[in-house]
């Protein structure tokens, strides 16, 4: 008896499983499955819990995309899933390290501050695979212009003029929208900057 227990502890050691005295309870993330192993001589013992790896994160990125707020941008009748990017850290990392298959033609991230900023301070490309479109808006929720983000460039993409917000999609997503000066971008007013 004490030899089989011997080798289910060095069994349990090697695999890296764990005995819980109470099974938790599964959640979306963490899908669990229990299977009761009795062991010999001591009827039904507790129930060995597995639970699934969580799927592996980006590893170059403070923010997951999975944790970032999202909320719906409509412009000229479409809708745009946006990762919400309302503080310094989020929006100082924003679209870096995402590849281009990462992103769908349909979402975006939206840059949100609490006032408007000098149109010298534009946006860059550092560590960005992805090409962009760089879509200045006013605080009037009107699109300023339309800079293209080139990959890894790290010269100053500048708008002409003070703006509120930043809306970045893959390049040629724009005109795809019909995104352009002077056009109305409907952004949800629950969406303000943190920081």
């Not at 819990?49 to 923010?63: G, N, S």
């Not at 412009?75 to 990462?102: C, H, Q, T, Y």
Request: glycine share 8%; hydrophobic share 35%; aromatic share 6%.
């Amino acid at each position: 008896m004490k030899r089989l227990l011997s080798l289910l502890a060095i069994s349990v050691a090697m695999t890296g499983c764990h005995i819980e005295t109470e099974a938790p309870k599964p959640t979306s993330a963490s899908p669990v499955s229990t299977n009761k192993r009795p062991v010999e001589g001591e009827g039904e013992r507790e129930p060995v819990v597995t639970t699934a790896p969580k799927p592996l994160k980006h590893p170059d990125r403070i923010y997951q995309l999975e944790d970032l707020q999202t909320t719906k941008i409509r412009v000229n009748g479409a809708e745009i899933d946006a990762w919400i990017m309302n503080d310094d850290s989020k929006r100082a990392e924003g679209m870096m390290f995402l590849k281009p298959g990462e992103v769908k033609d349909t979402q975006g991230m939206i840059f949100v501050y609490n006032s408007e900023q000098d149109k010298s301070h534009g946006f860059w490309m550092q560590n960005t695979y992805t090409p962009l479109d760089i879509i200045y808006i006013g605080s009037d929720k009107r699109v300023i212009s339309i800079g293209k983000g080139e990959p890894l460039n790290t010269s100053n993409v500048t708008p002409t003029a003070n703006y509120q917000y930043v809306l970045e999609l893959k390049q040629g997503a724009a005109k795809k929208f019909g995104i352009k000066p002077g056009v109305q971008i409907d952004i949800p007013p629950e969406i303000m900057a943190e920081g």
